[in-house]
């Protein structure tokens, strides 16, 4: 499945570290924005809102009950950390500052299109599974390999590297799920 959003974060995990520079969401070297603690949160927070919105179509159009309650354990768990965030991001005073373009949430439509025009049944349930599997990847590979490194604020950080092995829980979840349904 080919989705902007993926290809976006996997550019994160790609941008060095050093730097504090990620590509844009366009993936330009032209475009590029500066990854400071603000920026980070909106990434952050934007990445949790989708998985919640991708996690309630899993819990409504899944064939089967174990990819239904994979969607609805997406959407609680994404939701208490998306509201950690916000919290933390309250009492820092912290305003957060999506990236230019904000190709993420055109990335996030698209894929949410796919998703809603998958068919039923197990049709859905691989496009879906694959889809949670993909973006939970990129996000453990930007979270660890460009967005950590550059948090600035201790309590920031400490949040997203507690939160961070989630991710990779809903990963292997979702590996397990794809592993057990027909292609």
């Not at 999506?98 to 859905?124: D, I, N, Q, W, Y």
């Not at 948090?151 to 057990?180: S, Y």
Request: proline share 5%; hydrophobic share 50%.
């Amino acid at each position: 499945m080919s989705l902007i959003l993926i290809s976006t974060l996997a550019a994160l995990a790609a941008a060095p570290a050093p730097a504090r520079v990620i590509p844009a969401p366009a993936a330009t070297d032209a475009l590029r924005v500066a990854l400071d603690d603000a920026t980070i949160v909106a990434i952050y927070d934007g990445a949790n809102t989708d998985d919640i919105e991708t996690g309630k179509l899993g819990a409504t159009k899944g064939s089967t009950q174990a990819v239904r309650d994979y969607g609805a354990m997406l959407v609680k768990a994404h939701t208490d950390a998306r509201q950690q965030g916000r919290d933390l991001a309250k009492k820092l005073g912290v305003t957060p500052t999506p990236p230019a373009g904000r190709a993420s949430a055109e990335a996030h439509a698209a894929a949410m299109k796919t998703l809603r025009a998958a068919a039923h049944g197990v049709g859905f349930d691989h496009a879906f599974l694959e889809h949670e599997i993909a973006y939970h990847k990129a996000v453990i590979a930007a979270v660890t390999g460009t967005l950590l490194p550059a948090i600035q604020n201790a309590e920031l950080k400490a949040l997203v590297d507690r939160v961070a092995p989630v991710f990779v829980q809903h990963e292997k979840a979702g590996e397990t799920l794809l592993a057990g349904i027909g292609k």
